[in-house]
């Protein structure tokens, strides 16, 4: 039982690329969702999902995607990346009313 | 939308002195969780408190959740340096999604030896 797994740890792009921020989870969760951490805003909801095929906006949505395709899956898409996309992503799945986080992918966009 | 406002923003303490930090919220919760985050990694839940009024331990740490429902208090007894990191309060409001939870902003603790 690995809880959730994010891929990759840490990224490098160059402003306009796109890229996809994996999210896997192996307990069967129906609810998960994507949150950006930057210094001194906490925690931030990007896009969620309760479950295949359903997903919506959060707090901050604007030049993100996500698909929702199998419970275990919740890949976040970067459409054209902008240097105020650098932050630290969070995947997370929710059971029980409790959220439980994966470890994080650092994205740098220059 | 919600608010919470998690207090302090940061503490410095010496090693074997309690700790204590809170929540509050504008909104009335039935949901109070805290987490631990160490440097790089993501934040682990350490408790999750369901009832108002519940008063919740785990090992060192204690967690109650505020009888009016707003608020939300975290104490860690006898620090030790593996205490340090930053704790995130999180609740889901009474009337919200089951699922969405608002954080606070964290508190930044360290831990002198």
């Known amino acids: 039982n690995a809880g959730v797994t994010q891929t990759p740890k840490f990224q490098v792009l160059k402003t306009g690329q796109s890229m996809t921020l994996q999210c896997a989870q192996d307990m069967n969760h129906e609810y998960m969702s994507w949150y950006r951490q930057d210094p001194g805003m906490g925690l931030r909801l990007i896009h969620y999902s309760v479950g295949a095929g359903i997903t919506d906006q959060g707090e901050v949505p604007n030049g993100y995607n996500v698909s929702r395709s199998t419970t275990e899956d919740f890949p976040l898409r970067l459409l054209s990346a902008a240097p105020s996309q650098t932050s630290v992503y969070f995947c997370?799945?929710?059971?029980?009313?409790?959220?439980?986080f994966g470890p994080g992918t650092r994205l740098t966009v220059t | 939308g919600q608010q919470l406002n998690q207090s302090p923003q940061s503490m410095f303490i010496q090693e074997g002195e309690d700790v204590s930090m809170n929540c509050t919220s504008s909104s009335i919760f039935n949901t109070w969780l805290w987490y631990k985050q160490d440097p790089g990694e993501g934040p682990v839940l350490l408790i999750a408190?369901?009832?108002?009024?519940e008063l919740t331990s785990n090992g060192r740490l204690t967690a109650q959740f505020g009888i009016t429902r707003k608020d939300s208090f975290l104490n860690i007894s006898a620090s030790i340096p593996s205490d340090v990191g930053i704790y995130f309060c999180a609740g889901r409001d009474s009337g919200g999604s089951n699922y969405k939870l608002t954080f606070g902003k964290g508190t930044l603790l360290t831990v002198n030896p």
């Open positions: 997370a799945s929710t059971a029980r009313g409790e959220q439980y």
């Open positions: 408190l369901y009832k108002a009024g």
